[in-house]
């Protein structure tokens, strides 16, 4: 389990670590093998908060230590923080206060008051505390022709391109939440959702109908997701509505974490409760079909 105290020598990845994607997974294991090489502790040092996240802080830290990380650190984004020089950041935070003999970052990693110092100022006054700096390039998805990066990501989700979002995260964008009383109008059309009610400020994909995998306990669901304010049903706010294929247990208070693989289609007003069953109807048929496609 991650820790929180520092007690020898460290090497330390640094950054804001939204969504864990591809490249970030690079600098924890990177920090995590020249922690080994040294004989010193592996940490990471989050750097602020981000709202609304791709990644719960739980789960952030659960994916640290599941990687090796010994120490996990949140450093908030407070006026002292941000008013550091580049000197002052080293010194009192790398040197002192992490007991740094590495860090490792990525190639666009800015910092200082103002982010005004880059990577090359890093090395620079990283050496002066005999501070080893790795640097990890650019990672790029040939598929999509893009960088690796949380704001890219961000953006793939706005559009609804889950499937694409996965390629960059290495995984399934997922939210997670507890599930509560809804209206419980699926029920009336022999179609049951779960009320998402989330645990987290969860960056959410475009509204729409999306293919999903549902987690209960240890245990996966096909699942058809709406993210929307279900117009036909005169709606008013977004919420998350998951219709868990072949399942009707009781799961009300229980957490489930919902895992966005393929966007079906946009939301859409019905004229009747009628023709919004035959388009769910379709949707699950649409759903098994991709969830099949991935086992074979």
Known sequence: MCKNTIKRKTVAAIGKFDG???????????????????????????????????????????????????????????????????????RDILYSKLRCAAVVVGYNFRFARGRSAGTDELSQICS?????????????????????????????????????????????????????????????????????ELSSDYVLPKDGVYATLTHIGSKVNASLTNIGTNPTVSGDKITVETHIIGFDDDIYGCEIRVEFVKRIRDEKKFDSLNALTEQITKDVESTKKIIDGMVQ
């Open 20 to 90: 864990f994607h591809i490249g970030h997974r690079e600098l924890v294991h990177t920090a995590a093998l020249k922690a080994e090489m040294l004989n010193a502790d592996s940490l990471l040092y989050f750097i602020g908060s981000p709202k609304p996240c791709l990644l719960s802080e739980n789960d952030a830290q659960s994916i640290a230590e599941n990687m090796g990380i010994d120490i996990c650190i949140r450093q908030p984004l407070t006026d002292e923080f941000k008013n550091f020089n580049a000197e002052d950041f080293v």
């Open 128 to 196: 002066n505390y005999k501070i080893e700096c790795i640097v990890i390039d650019e990672i790029r998805s040939k598929k999509l022709d893009m960088t690796v990066s949380s704001s890219n990501i961000r953006n793939l989700l706005s559009q609804g391109r889950v499937d694409d979002a996965s390629l960059l995260l290495s995984g399934y964008y997922s939210v997670c939440g507890t599930v509560g009383k809804g209206r419980q109008l699926g029920r009336t059309i022999n179609f049951p959702t779960a009320n998402l």
